[in-house]
Every structure is written in structure tokens, then in C-alpha cells.
């Protein structure tokens, strides 16, 4: 659950890469919050530089495509020390990214930091499995993930 805020939220998702999971999270939540009409901000960044500049992958836009959401404008970035101001809250993937992301922290973070599975009763703790090695069927669970994630958020920022 999160805090309640007096500000207007402004969510990052974050991966190792910006090209498999957080796009799609960051998708994912556009589209929930412009169905919802609720004013929100979002971005997506990776913890590491490997794909800068770089549109989603491949798979990951055809699944946002398959459930109507255009992800194909996404470029990849990486996480900087302005994120942890510039948002409210920031999503991490998996355990390794929240790792990575508290040890990066600068000392002025404003930002709420977690699991981005910890948003969503019943899979607090989990994390999102990377599909970035594997087949199509990883990234439709991603999907469900990042979108069961995304409801649960419009419910609490509503
Ligand atoms: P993501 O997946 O963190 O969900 O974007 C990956 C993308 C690229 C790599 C690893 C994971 N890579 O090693 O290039």
C-alpha cells in the first residue's frame, strides 16, 4: 500500500535494461491511469547503460500491441541521481534492481522506493522474472504482471 501523498504522483519503473519489463510496466500504467482519468506522470529507466537510446524490445512492444497499448515510442535510459527527486515513487522489478537502486540512492531521495509486486495484495516480495533470455510466454507473464501491478495502483492513487 502506498503513502498518501499531496502531490501529483510521478512513477518510474525500473529494470536492469528499459527494454523488457519497465516499458512494458510503464505502458502498462499509461494506459490504466487515461482509462481511470487519473493525472499522473511515468517513465521507465534500467540500472544499467546496455541499451540507451534503444526502442523496447521487440517482444515487449508486440505484447503491449496485443493487449492496445503502443509502447514503440520508449527509449531506453538509465537510472540517474535526479530520478530520486524527480519521483514519487520508484518500481523495481526484481530484487537485484532494488538492490542496485537503494545503493545508488543519493542522500536527498524523496522518492518512495519498493517492489513494484509489493503494490499488488497477495505477491508482496515478488519480483518480476526477466524475459529477456527466454521465450514469448515470459513476457506475456510480464505482461500480467506489470498490469495486475498497474490496477492495483490506479485503485490506490484514485
Ligand atoms: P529488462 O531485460 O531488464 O527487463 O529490460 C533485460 C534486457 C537486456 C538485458 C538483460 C535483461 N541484457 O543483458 O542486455
Not at 521507465?44 to 523496447?56: I, Q
Not at 526477466?130 to 505482461?143: L, M, R
Request: proline share 4%; net charge negative.
Amino acid at each position: 500500500m502506498l503513502s498518501a501523498m499531496s502531490e501529483k504522483p510521478a512513477l518510474l519503473f525500473v529494470c536492469l535494461g528499459n527494454i523488457c519489463r519497465s516499458p512494458l510496466a510503464e505502458g502498462a500504467m499509461r494506459a490504466a491511469a487515461q482509462k481511470a482519468g487519473l493525472e499522473i506522470e511515468t517513465d521507465s529507466c534500467g540500472t544499467a547503460a546496455y541499451h540507451v537510446g534503444n526502442p523496447p524490445d521487440p517482444r515487449s512492444i508486440e505484447t503491449a500491441a496485443r493487449y492496445g497499448t503502443d509502447i514503440s515510442d520508449l527509449r531506453g535510459r538509465q537510472l540517474s541521481d535526479d530520478d530520486f527527486t524527480r519521483f514519487t515513487h520508484i518500481f523495481a522489478m526484481d530484487h537485484e534492481n532494488l538492490r542496485n537502486i537503494l545503493k545508488r540512492a543519493p542522500h536527498d531521495t524523496s522518492a518512495q522506493i519498493c517492489l513494484l509486486m509489493d503494490v499488488v495484495e497477495g505477491r508482496e516480495g515478488n519480483a518480476i522474472a526477466d524475459p529477456y533470455y527466454g521465450g514469448d510466454e515470459g513476457f506475456e507473464a510480464s505482461w500480467a504482471d506489470v498490469s495486475a501491478a498497474a490496477k492495483a495502483l490506479v485503485a490506490q492513487l484514485s
